[in-house]
């Protein structure tokens, strides 16, 4: 079983529409962010948490909400989805403060199309 | 601003050594990472630089110079499932990570 996992994996959807994108991780990490990614574009940082009481907005927050609902869990919404915002998108989990790099560790992405 | 640079594709034939440079531009550094992401799946952590000089791992080595904001990576062996895209990140002032689009990596028989 993957240790960061994204619900859906794919979704199609029409303008308008709230969608909820999941992620839920079991590597005990404190850190967890969003990201999207679109063809030419490197990954875009959504919102950012380092703990289940710090919410942080990324360079592309704009459209859409967290939620930390546990350390294990970190929840992305789009209120009200609009065609830009079709992409992939990756939730990531990473833990510095484990003697490690840091590296991120992704989810398998959730592909969302907004119609 | 911020800008990491790779270029866009590469191409390179089973067995043999290819490098896929990365420059970057940034307000402060704390490390550099390359990840390798095949088609439609998560990027996986690959090589982190933090000093300058050579980090070899297997196939794969990574390659810092600070003073010229300069990356590489050197791919050795080549075998058909390395094809896929390689992401250069950089860890800035304030440990938020700025990456590049990536570098699409097409390996020939």
């Known amino acids: 079983d993957a240790d960061v996992t994204q619900t859906p994996r794919n979704r199609i959807t029409k303008t308008g529409k709230r969608i909820m994108l999941e992620c839920s991780q079991t590597?005990?990490?404190?850190?967890m962010y969003w990201y999207r990614q679109d063809p030419g574009l490197g990954l875009r940082l959504i919102y950012y948490s380092f703990d289940v009481k710090d919410i942080n907005k990324g360079e592309i927050s704009d459209g859409y909400s967290v939620s930390r609902q546990a350390q294990a869990k970190f929840s992305l919404s789009l209120e009200s989805a609009i065609p830009n915002q079709t992409a992939l998108y990756f939730c990531?989990?990473?833990?510095?403060?484990?003697?490690?790099?840091?590296?991120?560790?992704f989810g398998e992405g959730s592909r969302l199309t907004v119609l | 601003g911020q800008n990491i640079d790779q270029p866009t594709e590469m191409t390179a034939t089973e067995g043999a050594i290819v490098q896929i440079n990365c420059t970057y531009q940034t307000s402060g550094f704390n490390g550099l990472f390359w990840y390798q992401q095949h088609a439609g799946e998560a990027p996986t952590f690959l090589s982190y630089?933090?000093l300058d000089g050579l980090e070899e791992k297997g196939r794969f080595s990574s390659f810092l110079s600070r003073s010229k904001g300069y990356s590489y990576l050197l791919l050795k062996e080549l075998q058909m499932k390395d094809s896929a895209s390689y992401l250069c990140?950089?860890?800035?002032?304030?440990?938020?990570?700025?990456w590049g689009a990536g570098t699409k990596l097409i390996i020939k028989p």
């Open positions: 990531a989990t990473s833990d510095p403060d484990r003697g490690d790099t840091g590296e991120l560790f």
């Open positions: 630089n933090v």
């Open positions: 590597k005990g990490h404190d850190r």
């Open positions: 990140a950089v860890l800035d002032s304030n440990y938020q990570l700025i």
